[in-house]
């Protein structure tokens, strides 16, 4: 068993449990530092996973932290801001803090989780400051990889758990940017590119947009997630005045299901101009083949898991 060691910021998060999990499975110590232990207490029974609560914002804690790693990933990210500035502070200072605390603590490798069409010239503040993160962490002389995903989906996502929810509730869903594309993929895809990058060294100084098999329009998917849950509601695309305000309601609403920078990052397709990564391997997952796992009810999944196993999946 390798005694190797890596730091993975927003290792508590959604996609962080993934790669922690594998990362855990081939061998490496973790440390995952977090703001609320509580949070990230799905991770504390893993083996070799050490869970510190710490503020990552303060340069000392963080290099204290990176200390004797020999790697780091950081997967810290927002969709929206509680504060004015917390784009910056989260996408562009903490890379900054990062990218030091890496220097100071001499670990040579950083793996930086961005985001798909991020970018100084993208349409959302989302995307500009994920852009300025990247370009960051590119300037600087460690040996980096930069992942850019589309929307990631799996079982704790809250792209498709979200529609499923609103579907549950409303009896219409007045949609924002009904023909928006996205190529959705697997948490599972995105994890599995991470550990493997960690120590192949065809992927120092690259960047890796990610995405599924195939393209959708939000309509779309939305449609298959009723058509899974059993609530395939009618609905309603609607116009660019009215989706601003529809944001721009649900923004001022607790959960912030929605902002009027989240519509602007949709401006932009989500979708790639090139194949998943050979790099890594394996084809991407279907959305088909994972979905209805988690959204379907049970005698929906049973019917769906018989087609597949008939298809040989
Ligand atoms: N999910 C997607 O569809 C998607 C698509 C493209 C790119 N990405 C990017 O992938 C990364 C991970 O996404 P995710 O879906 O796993 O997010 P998530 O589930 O919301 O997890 C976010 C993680 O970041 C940490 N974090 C958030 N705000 C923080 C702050 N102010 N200070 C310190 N830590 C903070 C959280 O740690 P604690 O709460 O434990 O402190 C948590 O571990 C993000 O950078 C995101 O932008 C995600």
């Known amino acids: 068993m390798s005694t190797a060691r890596i730091l993975v910021l927003g290792g508590s998060g959604f996609v962080g449990r993934h790669i922690v999990a594998r990362l855990v499975a081939t061998g490496w110590n973790v440390v995952v530092p977090t703001r609320y232990r509580e949070r990230a207490k799905h991770l504390i029974l893993l083996p070799t996973v050490d869970v510190l609560e710490a503020d990552i914002h303060d340069p000392l804690a963080l290099e204290q932290l990176a200390a004797g790693a020999d790697a780091a990933i950081n997967l810290v990210g927002i969709l929206n801001e509680t504060r004015r500035g917390d784009f910056d502070r989260t996408h562009v200072e903490l890379p900054r803090k990062v990218v030091a605390a890496c220097h100071a603590a001499r670990v040579p490798r950083l793996l930086h989780m961005s985001a798909l069409n991020a970018g100084g010239k993208a349409p959302s503040r989302y995307l500009r400051s994920k852009g300025e993160g990247e370009a960051l962490v590119a300037e600087s002389d460690l040996v980096w990889t930069i992942f850019q995903p589309s929307v990631i989906f799996g079982r704790e996502d809250s792209f498709l758990n979200l529609f499923a929810r609103l579907e549950h509730f409303l009896p219409v869903i007045a949609l924002a940017r009904a023909d928006a594309r996205f190529q959705p993929v697997y948490v599972g895809d995105v994890a599995d590119a991470f550990v493997r990058a960690v120590d192949d060294d065809r992927t120092h100084r690259m960047r890796y947009p990610l995405c599924g098999p195939k393209v959708y329009t ?42 009027r920078d989240n519509l602007a990052s949709m401006a932009l397709d989500s979708v790639c101009d090139c194949e998943f990564p050979a790099v890594f391997g394996s084809s991407p997952t279907a959305l088909e083949a994972v979905a209805p796992d988690y959204l379907a009810p049970a005698a929906t999944r049973s019917r769906y898991s018989g087609l597949r196993a008939q298809g040989g999946r």
């Open 218 to 259: 939000l309509r779309e998917l939305v449609a298959y997630v009723g058509e899974l849950t059993g609530h395939n509601r009618p609905i309603l695309p609607l116009g660019p005045a009215l989706s601003k305000l529809q944001a721009r309601v649900l923004e001022l609403l607790p959960g912030k299901l929605m902002s």
